[in-house]
């Protein structure tokens, strides 16, 4: 019998956060998803773009820093919002996930509770920052485009990964106490 | 007193299992209330302020970039190929599969920038492989996870791109230069143990049978993997590209690989490949910025100069300090990930290093092959969580293989701590 080594790759590793089909949420994940890949190929797109660009022009493509650092904001909390409810932001599980039932289910709700109190306290506080912006009629320094256009998102998607949040703490609750 | 406080939230709340991102934020925002009770707002527009800027920064782009390289190479059919052809080198024989699994291992270390990423990669090839010859499922997921553990000191690396972030003085290019003879050395410690085992366990009985590759139309096979590390750390070398440049044109190459040469990525595989890298650079990033949150409050509180000075006061010398240092990443390592143990170390650490006019190229070095152990130190193991899932196998299990391992990858630190030189000859050598 001779074992050859398998040629091609399994497409997709037995990955849990791949192959687990999401808890179903009110709000569809989708949203954050699309916006997540649509974000993530313009990062790469522009980048890309700046390369062949310096190489077969001299001319300097810098202006689009800016706009790939407000992608780059983007992409992070609209990811972050999705990993959320996904369950999947970097955590200590070690003694939260072991201990009783009723333990772990407590720790699950805190866990939730903390998320949603910290990125409510940045949106509330974020509005304050983007005010500011607004009415001392800040200017990007790249661009010079009025910084609260992308200011204004902070507030916005912060907003968001605490409702997930919220959204996260309510399924616990419906779901009880799991052995 | 505050920073006592500070510090106790912080601690509590992450051993109760909240997530680090909103530990990291809610003790700095607590801190920064209660240190500015009598200003507006308690002084709390410092919070957003600091996650915006902690977040709007051009250098962190190469993190999702090389993120998206580790998702793209995963899929691309180049680990199996890689694999075919160390065989074809190296042929069938008693050791010799976890021998190739830790050399292909380092190999994609050179082109993704990720434990994990490389875990998944090399774990889908060998560990199916390895069974079929008779290793042990628990001793192939060890063997995959340590290796993986060399890919963030073999340049390309998330880990010194996050370090560079944090430390001013060290460049990028410096760290990926000064990454690579100890990861190169730790692949090579690590292929002693893992040799060492399955000789005297006779493991593998079965290795014989597998068919030697044929030597040429491996290599035919092989070539656009083998030609990926030479594009991203070549075109870095020789000034084409920035490393977060670098990191895109490996993003084209590797989609070109695995859509038009090997053909195991599809159009509609495109979407997970882009949404998955781009969860995952989120979850990095969003601790980043809210570290920066923590991080703002422990300098306006004063608390590092304070500690520091004890620590460096404590008569322990330059070495016990270094010891110390050690000691504490070990234990940090069984529980936190890499990311956040730089995070939440690094700002304590730098004026200690400073102290001592450490290099702080070589200090990263130091922390970095901390954080590799700790990627496979269990409970806490990023890189054996994902060998371990693809054996299907408890990490209880690996606990039995996994020390040998760690113990050669700890003598490689060790060799580094005593000869600054095997990190720092690299850069010196390439002018960084």
Not at chain 2, 64 to 70: A, N, Q, S
Not at chain 2, 91 to 115: D, K, R, Y
Not at chain 2, 265 to 278: K, N, S, T, Y
Request: hydrophobic residues 60%; aromatic residues 10%; neutral net charge.
């Amino acid at each position: 019998m001779s074992a050859a080594l398998p040629m091609s790759d399994p497409t997709s590793p037995d990955l849990p956060e791949t192959t687990a089909a999401d808890e179903p949420t009110r709000v569809p994940l989708r949203l954050e998803d699309w916006l997540t890949v649509v974000s993530m190929a313009l990062l790469a797109l522009i980048t890309f773009a700046n390369v062949l660009v310096r190489y077969f022009t001299d001319q300097s493509f810098a202006w689009t820093e800016e706009f790939s650092v407000f992608l780059l904001i983007v992409m992070t909390l609209v990811g972050a919002s999705a990993a959320v409810a996904r369950n999947r932001h970097i955590r200590i599980e070690f003694l939260a996930d072991g201990g009783t039932p009723q333990r772990r289910h407590r720790l699950a709700l805190l866990g939730a509770l903390a998320m949603a109190l910290l990125f409510f306290v940045i949106a509330v506080l974020s509005v304050r920052m983007v005010w500011d912006h607004y009415i001392y009629e800040e200017i990007s320094p790249g661009l010079g485009l009025p910084q609260w256009w992308y200011s204004i998102w902070l507030p916005v998607l912060s907003l968001a990964i605490g409702l997930r949040a919220v959204g996260r703490f309510h399924r616990l609750r419906r779901a009880g106490v799991q052995a | 007193m505050i920073a006592a406080l500070l510090f106790t939230i912080f601690i509590v709340a992450m051993l109760a299992g909240v997530p680090i991102a909103a530990a990291l934020g809610l003790a700095g925002a607590a801190a920064i209330a209660i240190a500015d009770q009598g200003t507006q707002w308690f002084g709390l527009l410092a919070v957003p302020q600091n996650f915006y800027a902690g977040l709007g920064k051009y250098p962190l782009l190469a993190i999702p970039m090389f993120v998206l390289v580790g998702s793209i190479f995963d899929r691309s059919g180049v680990a199996s190929r890689l694999v075919r052809f160390a065989l074809a080198i190296v042929g069938p024989g008693p050791g010799m599969l976890p021998l190739i699994a830790i050399a292909v291992a380092m190999f994609l270390g050179g082109i993704s920038g990720s434990g994990p990423a490389t875990a998944a990669a090399v774990g889908a090839v060998m560990i199916a492989a390895m069974k079929r010859a008779g290793y042990p499922d628990a001793y192939s997921a060890s063997v995959v996870g340590a290796a993986a553990a060399t890919d963030i000191l073999i340049p390309p690396s998330v880990a010194f791109i996050v370090y560079s972030v944090l430390v001013p003085g060290a460049s990028v290019p410096a760290l990926f230069a000064a990454g690579m003879v100890p990861g190169i050395l730790a692949g090579l410690a690590l292929i002693v143990p893992a040799v060492w085992l399955a000789r005297t366990h006779r493991m593998g009985a079965r290795e014989g049978d597998v068919e030697r590759p044929p030597f040429w139309a491996s290599l035919r096979e092989a070539a656009w993997g083998l030609a990926a590390p030479v594009l991203i750390l070549g075109g870095m070398r020789m000034g084409w590209f920035t490393p977060t440049e670098a990191a895109v044109v490996a993003v084209f190459y590797g989609l070109f690989i695995g859509m038009v040469v090997h053909r195991t990525i599809r159009v509609r595989d495109l979407f997970d490949i882009f949404r998955e890298a781009g969860e995952t650079s989120a979850i990095i990033l969003i601790v980043v910025s809210l570290a920066g949150i923590f991080a703002f409050s422990l300098s306006t509180l004063g608390v590092i100069d304070p500690v520091t000075n004890a620590i460096v006061n404590s008569g322990l010398g330059e070495w016990g300090v270094m010891a110390l240092i050690v000691l504490l990443l070990i234990v940090a390592g069984m529980f936190l990930d890499g990311i956040s143990i730089f995070l939440i170390f690094v700002p304590l650490l730098l004026p200690i290093a400073q102290h001592f006019s450490w290099d702080l190229v070589w200090f990263g070095v130091i922390l970095t092959l901390m954080v590799a152990l700790g990627q496979f130190t269990p409970p806490l193991a990023v890189n054996l969580m994902v060998s371990c899932r693809i054996a299907r196998v408890p990490i209880e299990d690996t606990v039995r293989w996994i020390g040998w391992m760690l113990v050669a990858m700890l003598l490689v630190t060790v060799a580094v701590i005593a000869f600054p030189q095997l990190a720092l000859w690299l850069p010196a050598r390439l002018g960084y």
